[in-house]
């Protein structure tokens, strides 16, 4: 799961790739404007000091065999690079230590990072330092310019990480070619879906291979489903008052009490309730605000099967869409277009599955015997032999012997004694003794 510290990192990395990127480019066509010069020309004339800074892929986009380089295809070290470089005579000061700022950020901090979290204090001290240099920077661009810096800065410090957020910054890590960078962040934004898949699909076997009879015997559970809404570049309070109409529509729509305000996101919410109404087992209780958190009430695993089957169903994704399209027609500060994301949360699938497991799983115990022949030579040792069964002094070799086992074969046995009272009746009348 994606924690505090995680979050941290991946709003670094956003904010740094994203904003990074395209102030650095908009630098570079700035300056290239201000030479009024062909920008292949320019970097013919530094090609034998970027072939030593370069790798191949770098190079063959900087120089090309046939046409002329795209700007739009370079990655964030090779704009920030390039632009130092070529423009270090018409840059500022102030726009040198900047695009400084912007590489040492990406060169030092994250290429090379060895862990994709980073704590409070790490992120207080590198948003502070990415949001000046960018701010700096957009302040000798465009209106618009400076605007989309700002919506940047505020989406990737405020704005929720959600999986569109998430699949963003997967295509800014795809537009840059450090191998190391890619894999650190990848990893990290992969290990909460993969956790989350890989928990359903065992919580999904897991019912399923329970007997009929089991999934139907009455058992209250409470699966929560989170709704994760994200939209444009919009400030946290303009999507918690979206979020908090879809909420309060929700719980209207449960009580079945009537909406006037919003009918278009009622109709989509209303589809959704006909599907969990059509189930058996199945209730949807009131909504919580946070995210938004779908409450659904199961009476049997059977529910429980039937309700995670249906939050993966096209029928439930398409709802979804019809109700963010809705959340488009209403008149807010917020922007548009919005996007709606649903899974059952981490804490529930796994309690789900510790409990199902607990359940299901039989404790099956192997038993073998040994027989170990002991031959007596008299009446002594007939009563020695049971003085020391009686007394405990065969248990304790034996668990000597437990031990040794499971350190030399790594198997963990309980070895139990016992005497074949038949036998030591037999030698005991052989040896014409008459008590016992």
Not at 268 to 290: G, N, Q, T, Y
């Amino acid at each position: 799961m994606i924690t505090e510290e995680d979050e941290y990192f991946l709003r670094a990395s956003l904010l740094l790739l994203k904003g990074g990127r395209l102030m650095s480019k908009e630098t570079l066509y700035k300056e290239l404007r201000k030479a009024g010069g062909n920008l292949d020309v320019l970097l013919k004339q530094h090609e034998r000091k970027f072939k030593h800074k370069f790798v191949k892929k770098q190079r063959e986009k900087l120089f090309p065999g046939a046409g002329v380089t795209d700007v739009e295809t370079w990655d964030l070290a090779m704009l920030t690079t390039v632009t130092l470089k070529v423009f270090k005579q018409s840059l500022n000061d102030d726009e040198k230590n900047d695009l400084e700022t912007i590489k040492c950020m990406r060169d030092e901090i994250y290429a090379h990072t060895y862990s994709s979290s980073l704590s409070a204090d790490q992120y207080g001290d590198i948003q502070k330092e990415l949001q000046n240099a960018l701010t700096s920077l957009s302040n000798g661009l465009s209106e618009k310019l400076k605007d989309d810096c700002f919506k940047i800065i505020q989406e990737c410090t405020t704005g929720p990480i959600s999986p569109s957020t998430k699949a963003e910054l997967t295509k800014q890590i795809s537009e840059d070619n450090e191998r190391s960078f890619q894999k650190d962040v990848m990893n990290k934004l992969t290990d909460q879906s993969e956790y989350l898949s890989q928990m359903r699909i065992e919580l999904l076997q897991e019912i399923k291979g329970l007997k009929p009879e089991d999934r139907s015997t009455k058992r209250i559970r409470v699966i929560d489903s989170e709704l994760t809404l994200s939209g444009a570049v919009n400030e946290e309070e303009d999507l918690d008052f979206v979020d908090s109409i879809v909420t309060k529509v929700i719980n209207k729509a449960i009580k079945h009490v009537g909406e006037t305000d919003y009918p278009k996101i009622r109709k989509a919410v209303d589809k959704i309730l006909r599907d969990v109404e059509s189930m058996p087992d199945v209730e949807l209780v009131e909504a919580d605000h946070k995210c938004i958190i779908l409450k659904f009430i199961c009476t049997t695993y059977a529910g429980v099967l039937n309700i995670l089957m249906y939050l993966e169903s096209e029928s439930f994704l398409d709802s979804l869409n019809d109700l963010a399209q809705a959340l488009n027609t209403i008149q807010c500060r917020a922007i548009g277009p919005f996007k709606l994301d649903a899974t059952v949360t981490p804490k529930c699938m796994k309690d789900l599955l510790d409990e199902l497991r607990a359940e299901t799983v039989e404790t099956t115990i192997y038993k073998r015997t040994i027989r170990m022949p002991i031959r007596v030579k008299s009446v002594q040792g007939i009563e020695h032999i049971w003085s020391l069964f009686e007394n405990g002094g065969a248990t304790n070799g034996l668990n000597e012997l437990s031990e040794a086992v499971l350190e030399e074969l790594h198997t963990k046995v309980t070895i139990t004694p016992s005497l074949n009272l038949e036998q030591v009746k037999a030698a005991i009348k052989e040896e014409g003794i008459c008590r016992f």
